[in-house]
């Protein structure tokens, strides 16, 4: 069995998850809770960086971050479907690296306000951050994912913008929704198509 070592919470960890469920994985993984605050976590044993999502291979070896674990599956489940090929492949890992970036600039915004004092947040650096992520927003309003219907196997980049956009109704209230109609109906027919979405959602 293959390990992984990730958290509820994580949108990462919900990316590389739904990915294993629609490549029809799932049932090869072994999902172990870390605790990236912990220093006995055996996290950092696995993962010199202490983040997750990690992958422990069947040989003990492993795997980080969500992109590489994302590549390794793909290629366990024949290559060709979480990640096309051919000039495909681009524009598909173009829109992950879209997704990530605004999941990386939200998750900043979170940490600024979880790890620091009031007293030292820094809002230049929030107002930062989160035009970044209203800059993401604006272009997939502009040019969304091509929807995901009941059949279909979603790549990769449809995979992340969910994830993405999921994190923002955890962790920032739903507010992405009041000024994005087109993506608020994209992620609904997401939803309706890959259970998986719905199964790996948190309580905010």
Same mark, same amino acid.
């Given at each position: ?135 993401? /927003? !604006?272009?997939? =309003? %502009? $040019?969304? #994912?091509?929807?995901? @219907? ?36 994209? /992620? !609904?027919?997401? =939803? %309706? $198509?890959? #259970?998986?979405?719905? @199964? ?5």
């Amino acid at each position: 069995m293959l390990v992984l070592r990730s958290s509820p919470p994580s949108p990462y960890g919900r990316k590389v998850k739904i990915a294993a469920s629609v490549a029809g994985l799932i049932d090869r993984i072994t999902i172990v809770n870390a605790d990236t605050t912990d220093p006995a976590d055996s996290l950092r044993q696995q993962n010199p960086l202490g983040k997750i999502p990690a992958l422990v291979l069947e040989d003990g070896s492993v795997l980080y971050d969500s992109r590489v674990i994302v590549e390794y599956l793909d290629q366990l489940d024949g290559g060709g479907q979480l990640i096309p090929k051919g000039n495909e492949r681009f524009a598909v890992l173009r829109l992950q690296a879209l997704a990530d970036g605004l999941l990386d600039a939200a998750l900043l915004q979170v940490y600024e306000t979880r790890f620091r004092p009031e007293e030292k947040r820094d809002d230049q650096w929030l107002a930062y951050q989160a035009d970044k992520v209203s800059r993401a /927003l !604006a272009h997939l =309003e %502009a $040019a969304p #994912p091509a929807p995901v @219907a009941a059949g279909d196997i979603p790549h990769i980049g449809q995979i992340a913008v969910a994830c993405a956009l999921g994190y923002l109704d955890l962790r920032f209230a739903s507010a992405w929704r009041a000024d994005h109609p087109v993506l608020v109906d994209w /992620l !609904a027919a997401f =939803e %309706a $198509a890959i #259970p998986s979405f719905a @199964a790996t959602r948190i309580a905010a």
